[in-house]
């Protein structure tokens, strides 16, 4: 019940949402790339990655200094439900810009 519960609130926040809607549209993005992209102070980003990895939407990798974040996979029927919800909504995304230039 505590992940149901922790998914639920996760999306109680209009910028969470985007950053969910945003990683979904563009796949792997850096972290460097969202807080460009959303002009956001890192510690702001991460916190909202954190709670939307928590709720069991996306998986972190490092590389370096690095964190990408990607949506899990495989995902659950719950949460593809839920994306797939979410890009029926009217979401304006901001481009992505990308800062990093870390590849695999």
């Not at 939407?57 to 979410?86: C, H, M, N």
Request: glycine content about 2%; proline content about 3%; some cysteine.
């Amino acid at each position: 019940m505590d992940i149901f519960l922790k998914t639920i609130s996760s999306l109680n926040d209009e910028t969470r949402l985007k950053i969910l809607h945003f990683i979904d549209h563009n796949g792997e993005v850096c972290v460097c790339d969202i807080e460009s992209s959303f002009e956001m102070i890192q510690s702001r980003i991460s916190r909202h990655l954190k709670i939307l990895k928590e709720a069991g939407f996306l998986k972190v990798e490092r590389r370096g200094r690095w964190a990408f974040y990607s949506i899990r996979t495989p995902l659950d029927k719950f949460r593809q439900s839920i994306l797939e919800e979410i890009s029926y909504l009217n979401i304006s995304l901001p481009p992505l810009n990308k800062e990093c230039n870390v590849t695999r």
